[in-house]
C-alpha cells in the first residue's frame, strides 16, 4: 500500500565549518525564553484577566527583579531546578579526569526536601514556594507564567501557574497540498485511503546468535510470510515502517586507564587501527535485515543513544556507509528527495500520509524521568507537548549543540502524532488543545525486550499492537 511521505528538515545542523562549537549556551536560554513568552503571557492574560484577592487585582510584571513583596502579580521566566544530586558540569571539570565516573542516577530529586525551584530571566533569578508546587511538574529549562506575592524572605509564593499549551496544528495533508501549489500542481487531490504505520524501536542488534530468532519472526510478519491469514492480511495493510532508535545494542566499552595500564604491562602494544578492537556483525546484520524488508516497505531509521552516531542532540542520521545493501534504497547525496530508505534526525518531523509525526528515540523523556517523582512517563510526554519543547532540560542536563539563533526544539505547529521510543512499557493516550488540536501519544517499549510491534491507522490514529514471543505462540495480535 502505497505511502505519501514529506519530512522536515527541521533538526539538521550546518554543515562543515559552519557548525562549531564556540558559543555559549546561555544565548539559547534566551533565544527559548523570547521564542515562547509571547504564548505564555497569551495563556496567562486571558485566564487571570479579572482575578483578584480581596480588593487586590493580579498585576504583570515585565522582569524577575521587578516583583514587589507583598503585591499581587504575575511574571514569565525560565524554570531552573536547583538539586544537590543533579551533575553539575563545573564540577566535573574541577576534579581530576581520570576519577572513575559514578553510575547515572535513576533520580535527581532529594529526599529530604532540599530541592529548590527557581525562575529566572535576562534580569535576575527568583526562588519559588507555595504548596501549589507539590502538584506541578517542572524541569529546567521548560518556559512559565507564575501568579503570586513575595513574601518577607524574599521568595515568590505562586498560587497559579500556566505554560503555553499546545500551538496551532495544521490541518492534514496541509503542507503536502501547499507544496503541491507551489509546485504549480492542483491545490486538492483525490486520497486514497492510507495504510497502517508500523512504530518500532530499539531493536538492539547485537550480533549474538541468540537475538535472531523474534527478529526473524518481525521480519516474517512485515513481509507477510506468516502463516495465518489474519496476520497477513493484516501485515498487507502496512505503508510504512519508523524504527525510533536503538537498532543497535551498546557496543563494547572505552577500556580504562587501569585496564589500559595492564595490557601495557603485559607487553602487548598496539599502533594505528586495532581490527581486533571492531565487531562488524551487528551492522552487518542490520543491514541485512533492512534490505530484505526494503524491497516491499520504505523505512525510516532514527538514532538513539546507543547508534553510531553523536551523543548530543539533535543526532544526525547514521551515516550510510554502515548500509552497505540498504544504501542503494537510499536517495544520492545531492538529493533532497528522500528514498525509500530515510535515515533521520533525532529528533525528527515528518509528515507520513498527511499527518504530522513528531519522534524522538527517547533521551529527552528519560532526563525529564530524573527530575520528578513519579513513573507517570506518559504525562512527562503530554507535558512536553504543552512546553512546546522537544528536549526542555537540554543543555543542563542533556546534551546539545548550542543553537544561537533560536532554539530548535520550541515546537511551532502541535503534530497529530507523537512518539518516543525507548522506553520500559507500551502506552498511548490522546491528548486535546484548548483549540481543539488533538495529538495521539505513543510509548514505545524497546522491542528486543517486549517483542511488541504497534500498528497504527494513518486515518483514525487508532494503534494496534502484534506481539512476538520465542517461546509458545510465533505471533499473537493485541
Same mark, same amino acid.
Given at each position: ?152 524572605? @524574599? #521568595?515568590?509564593? !505562586?498560587? +497559579?501557574?500556566?505554560?503555553?499549551? &499546545? ?6 495533508? /496541509?503542507?503536502? %497540498? ?31 546468535? @541468540? #537475538?535472531?530468532? !523474534?527478529? +526473524?519472526?518481525?521480519?516474517?510478519? &512485515? ?6 491469514? /489474519?496476520?497477513? %492480511? ?245
Amino acid at each position: 500500500m502505497p505511502s505519501a511521505y514529506n519530512p522536515k528538515d527541521s533538526y539538521s545542523l550546518p554543515k562543515g565549518e559552519r557548525k562549531h562549537y564556540q558559543q555559549q549556551y546561555a544565548d539559547m536560554y534566551f533565544a527559548r525564553l523570547a521564542q515562547l513568552k509571547p504564548a505564555v503571557e497569551s495563556v496567562a492574560s486571558e485566564a487571570w484577566a479579572d482575578f483578584s484577592i480581596g480588593k487586590d487585582k493580579v498585576q504583570r510584571v515585565d522582569r524577575v527583579l521587578d516583583v514587589r513583596q507583598g503585591e499581587l502579580c504575575w511574571v514569565v521566566g525560565t524554570a531552573f531546578m536547583e538539586m544537590p544530586l543533579k551533575p553539575n558540569i563545573l564540577d566535573d571539570i574541577s576534579k581530576d579526569h581520570w576519577i572513575a565516573a559514578p553510575p547515572p542516577r535513576e533520580k535527581f530529586t532529594s529526599p529530604d526536601g532540599v530541592d529548590q525551584v527557581m525562575l529566572e530571566d535576562e534580569s535576575g533569578r527568583l526562588r519559588l514556594t507555595g504548596e501549589y508546587l507539590k502538584d506541578c511538574l517542572l524541569v529546567t529549562g521548560c518556559i512559565v507564567a507564575v501568579m503570586g506575592t513575595e513574601n518577607a524572605n @524574599g #521568595d515568590f509564593e !505562586i498560587i +497559579d501557574m500556566k505554560v503555553p499549551d &499546545l500551538p496551532r496544528q495544521p490541518e492534514r495533508w /496541509a503542507r503536502d %497540498e501547499g507544496d503541491n501549489a507551489v509546485k504549480g500542481k492542483a491545490q486538492k487531490q483525490k486520497r486514497e485511503k492510507s495504510g497502517k504505520i508500523a512504530l518500532l524501536s530499539g531493536l538492539g542488534f547485537s550480533g549474538d546468535a @541468540g #537475538d535472531l530468532l !523474534i527478529l +526473524d519472526l518481525l521480519m516474517e510478519f &512485515l513481509l507477510g510470510e506468516s502463516a495465518s491469514p /489474519a496476520l497477513q %492480511e493484516q501485515a498487507a495493510q502496512v505503508s510504512r515502517i519508523v524504527i525510533a532508535g536503538n537498532s543497535l545494542s551498546h557496543g563494547n566499552p572505552i577500556p580504562s586507564r587501569d585496564d589500559a595500564a595492564a595490557r601495557q604491562k603485559s607487553g602487548i602494544r598496539k599502533y594505528g587501527y586495532d581490527s581486533g578492537a571492531y565487531n562488524a556483525a551487528p551492522t552487518d546484520r542490520l543491514d541485512a535485515f533492512l534490505s530484505a524488508l526494503l524491497q516491499s516497505i520504505p523505512i525510516t531509521m532514527i538514532p538513539g543513544d546507543q547508534d553510531p552516531t553523536q551523543t548530543s542532540l539533535p543526532q544526525q542520521p547514521i551515516h550510510p556507509a554502515l548500509f552497505p545493501s540498504s544504501r542503494a534504497y537510499m536517495s544520492a547525496p545531492d538529493d533532497l528527495t528522500p528514498g525509500w530508505f530515510h535515515s533521520t534526525t533525532n529528533p525528527a518531523e515528518i509528515d507520513i500520509d498527511g499527518n504530522r509525526f513528531q519522534i524522538t528515540g527517547g533521551q529527552p523523556v528519560d532526563d525529564i524521568y530524573k527530575y520528578v517523582e513519579g513513573e507517570a512517563r506518559l504525562e512527562m510526554m503530554e507535558a512536553m507537548m504543552r512546553w512546546r519543547l522537544m528536549a526542555p532540560t537540554a543543555p543542563d542536563t542533556l546534551w546539545c549543540y548550542p543553537f544561537q539563533d533560536g532554539d530548535q526544539f520550541v515546537l511551532k505547529e502541535c503534530p497529530h502524532v507523537f512518539v518516543v521510543g525507548n522506553q520500559p512499557r507500551l502506552e498511548s493516550t490522546v491528548i486535546e488543545g484548548h483549540l481543539g488540536q488533538k495529538c495521539r501519544m505513543v510509548m514505545l517499549p524497546k522491542f528486543r525486550d517486549t517483542g511488541e510491534l504497534v500498528l497504527l491507522d494513518s486515518e483514525t490514529l487508532e494503534i494496534e499492537v502484534v506481539k512476538f514471543a520465542v517461546h509458545g505462540n510465533d505471533a499473537g495480535g493485541g
